[in-house]
């Protein structure tokens, strides 16, 4: 069994959970993810969703019976590790395997996704036949614009693997791309039950709602002049917003939700802050977009 740190392991754990801190995190996390992937929850005693995402995830890593270890930290205890993992809320959960991070959520999350989360990391860590370096592929053939050869590549991974969730995310997202946004709706009607609240899933959801927002938006242009010509005028703002994300400028988009926010955060029942959120939830967790938009949100919130 493979120790990890000098820390002691949290009772009844079997050694798979342990406590970490700023002093230990290159020991117990980076070094130990050599051998076995390790999950790190960032965590506070205040937080309420911390109390529940803590023990499920406790619980789920202990099922894996070793094939996963978990560091808990206390952000409050160790702010110098959360600051270097620009962890912006909590509870926040990275994941790493080969001295880096590979995977990560933020929130509480169901436990049908926890379940999703461990298994990609254990399957990742082992023989996947490689699928692993296939999906990579379709991604990156994704992101040169190459859509339809990506979808082509995400539906072999899933002939050999019907719940990879991060094919059947690609090629919902491949689907987006090419503008069959009723196929890409259709296909995540259909995932299976154990990936169908995966993030990957859940991240494309989030991008069809955004994408039918902007369908119904009105041009950018006439949205902007009356922006222009009143500044007060939130749901001509909000509109702008979305017809900026259906037009590819997501930042400028979160930038026009923002200043909703900041002049009225309490606007139709709070829809610039649940928009965000919904185009937060659209893109990669680690994205300069949403990193950016989280700490200027938090920095309105609590100012």
């Given at each position: 069994m493979i120790e990890l740190g000098t820390g002691a392991a949290n009772k009844g754990?079997?050694?798979?959970?342990?406590?970490?801190?700023d002093a230990t995190f290159v020991q117990d996390v980076i070094e130990a993810s050599n051998e076995v992937p390790v999950i790190v929850d960032?965590?506070?005693p205040w937080c309420g969703p911390?109390?529940?995402?803590?023990?499920?995830l406790e619980q789920a890593v202990n099922a894996a019976g070793g094939k996963v270890r978990m560091v808990k930290i206390n952000v409050d205890e160790n702010p110098q590790i959360a600051a270097q993992?620009?962890?912006q809320s909590i509870p926040t959960v990275y994941a790493?395997?080969?001295?880096?991070?590979?995977?990560?959520?933020?929130?509480a999350v169901p436990p049908a996704e926890i379940k999703a989360f461990i298994d990609r990391l254990v399957s990742g860590a082992g023989d996947d036949g490689g699928l692993g370096a296939a999906a990579e592929e379709a991604e990156a053939m994704l992101g040169q614009g190459d859509a339809a050869g990506a979808a082509e590549v995400?539906?072999?991974?899933?002939?050999?693997?019907?719940?990879?969730?991060?094919?059947?995310?690609?090629l919902a997202r491949a689907h987006l791309a090419l503008g069959n946004v009723d196929q890409a709706e259709a296909l995540l009607a259909n995932a299976?039950?154990?990936i169908a609240q995966a993030k990957e899933i859940e991240a494309v959801r989030a991008q069809i709602a955004l994408t039918r927002q902007a369908e119904k938006a009105g041009p950018a242009d006439e949205l902007r002049a009356r922006v222009e010509a009143d500044p007060a005028d939130h749901q001509a703002r909000f509109d702008l917003a979305q017809a900026l994300y259906g037009a590819g400028e997501t930042e400028a988009a979160v930038d026009e939700l923002l200043e909703i926010f900041r002049r009225d955060r309490e606007w139709n029942d709070g829809a610039a802050k649940a928009q965000l959120f919904t185009i937060f939830d659209a893109l990669d967790a680690k994205d300069p977009v949403v990193l950016?938009?989280?700490?200027?949100?938090s920095s309105m919130i609590f100012a």
């Open positions: 754990s079997q050694g798979y959970v342990k406590d970490g801190s960032f965590w506070a911390c109390k529940t995402l803590g023990p499920a993992a620009r962890v790493f395997s080969g001295g880096k991070p590979v995977d990560g959520f933020q929130g995400f539906a072999a991974i899933l002939g050999e693997d019907p719940a990879n969730a991060a094919a059947y995310g690609g299976p039950a154990e950016k938009g989280r700490r200027k949100l």
